[in-house]
């Protein structure tokens, strides 16, 4: 179904011939005044902050949009997002202030208050002095809008042979969640409270130039930050050519939990194993797809209000089909249910959903998840080699599902078993 954003730039692109010119030329520029003029706020045609979520125009040709000024986009093949490798680690514990009583972790529900809990428990002191040295405490500095003054640099195109544009600022608006310093660093955060496929670079990268600007001899280090499942990770990136855009990298992540010790051990998971029902999959509800298992218990609470894959898609910054996927994959663990096209949280759904990320709630969601027998014996199989191999998977699900999956479609689904594996293995710990 084609959205109002998705019809207002087909109308943009035919009537000032903006492929034809971006063919051309290699980008187009277009005024927050000809967007307006279509009736519609310039900040909602502009504003996306995941590649998923692009207008189907910019999809299909490989197209992304880029703030140059206050007023003023260019439209290029611009290599603007970055795929967030998320990695299932154990988290580190940390705690509250013993004098702090209005911050339980189960009700941050918000990226700025998430940033403060961040802050009041050590974990930004901890990001930034992650190499060992002591740099003194982080202080809250720059957050908010603020101009971004003149700066130019290098972005990468989508094309054959590649191409590097000249991409020139001036004074463009940037919004800054999270700034932190302390003796030798500056931190710059993008925050979200939800765990995205990809995000823009320019959210981190804009904060960054205007960060070198000052001519601060401090190391700047730009953060993408998540607070998901009770979990917050720090995403530590550096640009390998401070002018180059597109020079983004993964310097490490690091995880953290307040107050919980996640330590169920791996015997405790091989007896859970071992008592399993091994149910066959039921044809009425679709093998899951779905590969980010933390990702499912942040949209098991979302769902404590019903939602439709189009409402899910719409919070979680993708397409619907994905919405489907993660709902469905709530429908096979037995948490959720679908009625009248949304989804809802079954009785075992809501006493899972109103649990911290704790021990008690994770032996239930690692019950439900080795209940059924594709993953039991898979995860059985893993053991034995000590190694989450997607052959050894796969080799499980030929043998269980004979001819009802081709190859193809074993492939992907493999994917999902060795995701939701590794969640349990990465939690399951012979640690006190």
Not at 6 to 32: C, G, N, P, Q, R
Not at 66 to 90: V, W
Not at 288 to 300: E, V
Not at 322 to 345: C, I, M, P, R, T
Request: proline fraction near 4%.
């Amino acid at each position: 179904m084609e959205s109002k954003i998705d019809e207002v730039w087909e109308k943009l692109f035919d009537e000032y011939k903006i492929l034809e010119k971006i063919e051309k030329h290699d980008f187009f520029s277009i005024s927050a005044k000809e967007i307006k003029a279509k009736r519609v706020e310039p900040r909602i045609m502009t504003k996306f902050d995941s590649k998923d979520v692009l207008p189907k125009i910019f999809k299909k040709n490989h197209l992304t949009i880029l703030p140059n000024s206050r007023g003023s986009y260019l439209i290029g093949k611009f290599d603007a997002y970055k795929d967030l490798e998320y990695k299932e680690i154990k988290p580190a514990i940390v705690h509250f202030p013993t004098w702090i009583k209005t911050f339980p972790s189960f009700q941050v529900s918000s990226e700025a208050v998430a940033l403060n809990v961040a802050q009041m428990t050590g974990m930004i002191d901890l990001v930034l002095n992650s190499d060992g040295l002591e740099e003194g405490r982080a202080v809250s500095t720059i957050t908010g809008r603020l101009g971004s003054g003149k700066f130019q640099y290098r972005i990468n195109l989508h094309c054959k042979p590649r191409k590097i544009f000249e991409f020139k600022v001036n004074n463009s608006q940037v919004e800054i969640d999270g700034g932190f310093e302390n003796l030798n660093k500056l931190a710059v955060i993008e925050a979200k409270n939800i765990l995205p496929n990809s995000f823009i670079i320019r959210q981190l990268y804009y904060p960054y130039r205007i960060y070198q600007n000052l001519g601060s001899n401090k190391e700047i280090i730009p953060i993408f930050f998540t607070h998901v499942d009770d979990i917050y990770t720090f995403y530590i990136y550096n640009f390998s050519e401070p002018m180059n855009y597109s020079s983004i990298y993964l310097v490490k992540q690091m995880s953290f939990i307040i107050d919980e010790n996640l330590n169920i051990n791996i015997d405790a998971v091989k007896e859970i194993s071992n008592s399993s029902p091994n149910k066959d999959d039921n044809d009425s509800t679709p093998f899951p797809q779905a590969d980010n298992f933390t990702r499912i218990l942040d949209i098991l609470q979302r769902i404590k209000k019903p939602k439709t894959k189009e409402e899910l898609g719409d919070e979680y910054d993708f397409d619907p089909r994905q919405g489907d996927y993660y709902g469905n994959a709530l429908v096979y663990l037995g948490f959720a249910k679908k009625e009248s096209s949304k989804y809802k949280l079954t009785a075992l759904g809501e006493k899972v959903a109103n649990l911290p990320n704790s021990n008690i709630r994770n032996k239930t969601i690692i019950e439900q998840i080795l209940s059924n027998k594709c993953f039991n014996e898979a995860f059985k199989e893993s053991i034995k080699c000590m190694n989450l191999d997607l052959y050894v998977i796969q080799k499980v699900m030929r043998n269980i599902f004979d001819s009802k999956y081709s190859g193809e479609t074993i492939k992907r689904r493999s994917r999902t078993v060795k995701s939701w594996l590794s969640w349990i293995i990465n939690i399951a710990t012979s640690e006190d």
